[in-house]
Nanobody, 122 residues
């Protein structure tokens, strides 16, 4: 059974850091691009970052450039999102998704995790 499981969310103070993980099971992660998306209460889901299947290409939303870093370890079947200098506006449920191309458009992703809550508050 193909599955994506996010972890690493939690409560952090402004300026703090978190590292999210997206672990894959039931399929070969090497063949898939991975995207991270987030959805805050009352807002639409937005793309945060994405990485190609090889890891050679990445992209970031303007709102997180310079603060977030996406990476992947295909041997461990895991993709990471390192989030630094967190702001209250980063508060959201974060989802990872697997698809054939690395894009910030959610419609191109076939498989989704259940999400992990990130709350940035003092």
């Amino acid at each position: 059974q193909l599955q994506l499981v996010e972890s690493g969310g939690g409560l952090v103070q402004p300026g703090g850091s978190l590292r999210l993980s997206c672990a894959a099971s039931g399929f070969t992660l090497d063949y898939y691009a991975i995207g991270w998306f987030r959805q805050a209460p009352g807002k639409e889901r937005e793309g945060v970052s994405c990485i190609s299947s090889s890891g050679g290409s990445t992209n970031y939303a303007d709102s997180v450039k310079g603060r977030f870093t996406i990476s992947r370890d295909n041997a461990k079947k895991t993709v990471y999102l390192q989030m630094n200098s967190l702001k209250p506006e980063d508060t959201a449920i974060y989802y990872c998704a697997a698809g054939r191309i690395a894009t910030m458009t959610s419609a191109f992703y076939d498989y989704w995790g259940q999400g992990t809550q990130v709350t940035v508050s003092s």
